[in-house]
Nanobody
Framework: QVQLVESGGGLVQAGGSLRLSCATS????????MGWFRQEPGKEREFVGG????????DYADSVKGRFTISRDNAKNSMYLQMNSLKPEDTAIYYC???????????????????WGQGTQVTVSL
């Protein structure tokens, strides 16, 4: 199995930027599709963005398209989320997930991901 650890969250004013990292560890990183998700209290976990192993397919939720950029460094077994022009509605716990099915694309449904990090809090103030 693989372990995932998020970092980079914090408190930022609206319009600011944060860069989240997801570091993986364990025996294998393999060729998993990776995704970023977020969850607010009392709400379902929702898809933010994802990227496949080859880095030729990315997908973003409409709410973050044009503001967030996902990337990965396979040599470092890490994934990143650059968040610009942050809004108060971006406030949530952000999770990274891994899809081990090797489907070569990005899926938006969180239940299809089988490895998760513990999350990092992002708070955007007005």
């Amino acid at each position: 199995q693989v372990q995932l650890v998020e970092s980079g969250g914090g408190l930022v004013q609206a319009g600011g930027s944060l860069r989240l990292s997801c570091a993986t560890s364990g025996r294998t990183y393999d060729m998993y599709t990776m995704g970023w998700f977020r969850q607010e209290p009392g709400k379902e976990r929702e898809f933010v963005g994802g990227i496949n192993w080859r880095r030729d397919i990315t997908d973003y939720a409409d709410s973050v398209k044009g503001r967030f950029t996902i990337s990965r460094d396979n040599a470092k077994n890490s994934m990143y989320l650059q968040m610009n022009s942050l809004k108060p509605e971006d406030t949530a716990i952000y999770y990274c997930g891994a899809d081990s099915t090797k489907i070569w694309t990005v899926q938006r449904e969180p239940t299809l991901y089988d490895y998760w990090g513990q999350g990092t809090q992002v708070t955007v103030s007005l």
